[in-house]
């Protein structure tokens, strides 16, 4: 069997960038899940806000955690244009295609300081992501919270079609490298996304 050369450290490092970038926004949508699934049947009022402000923080400290793996994985994506030219338009493409995210870094880390509280800052969240309409005062009915390609991630970009070309290159990369072609030793390890990693990966 011919085997390709081996990838460069940064080809890993990109790859590990848009993989966790991939699970963060799995994780968004299944949360999404979770969150019409406890709005269509809730509780007492005390423990239904709790829960309901739970879900919430964790929605967004995995977009924080998706936007920062992408601008990462877009620093890697403009390295490796100019190092290997069969990635020159993946990489100028993906990286144009995500720009958009950077004027999202400052207003997304003031972010964190934020919390859900109050009912009014639980709508403005859902309304900014494009869950309910711009003019809409409250979340009226569950299917409000439905998380699914359309989620606008940082008020600015879709979910759907940032995830279609995270898993585009991220497969571009695998075809060409073989990252995760397991020998007979060694199994590739999976990437895994870690909700307390925001205090560890700051978003600049």
Not at 16 to 28: K, N, T, V
Not at 157 to 171: C, E, S
């Amino acid at each position: 069997m011919n085997h390709q050369a081996a990838a460069p450290l940064s080809v890993y490092m990109l790859a590990d960038h848009l993989d966790a970038a991939l699970a963060a926004g799995e994780d968004i949508i299944s949360r999404g899940i979770q969150w019409r699934a406890l709005a269509e049947k809730p509780t007492d009022p005390v423990e239904f806000a709790g829960r309901q402000r739970k879900i919430a923080d964790e929605i967004r400290s995995l977009e924080l955690m998706l936007i920062a793996r992408v601008l990462k994985a877009r620093g890697h994506a403009l390295a490796l244009a100019e190092y290997d030219d069969r990635f020159r338009a993946v990489g100028t493409l993906f990286a144009s295609g995500t720009a958009i995210l950077l004027d999202a870094v400052e207003e997304s880390g003031d972010a964190r300081s934020t919390d859900f509280d109050t009912g009014d800052d639980l709508v403005a969240y859902v309304r900014s992501r494009g869950l309910i309409a711009p003019d809409a005062a409250a979340i009226r009915s569950a299917s409000d919270l439905t998380i699914d390609d359309s989620f606008l991630v940082a008020k600015r970009m879709a979910l759907g079609p940032l995830l279609d070309m995270a898993a585009a290159f991220l497969d571009a990369l695998d075809i060409q490298y073989e990252l995760f072609v397991e020998d007979d030793t060694v199994a590739a390890k999976p990437l895994l996304v870690d909700l307390d990693e925001m205090d560890r990966a700051p978003l600049n």
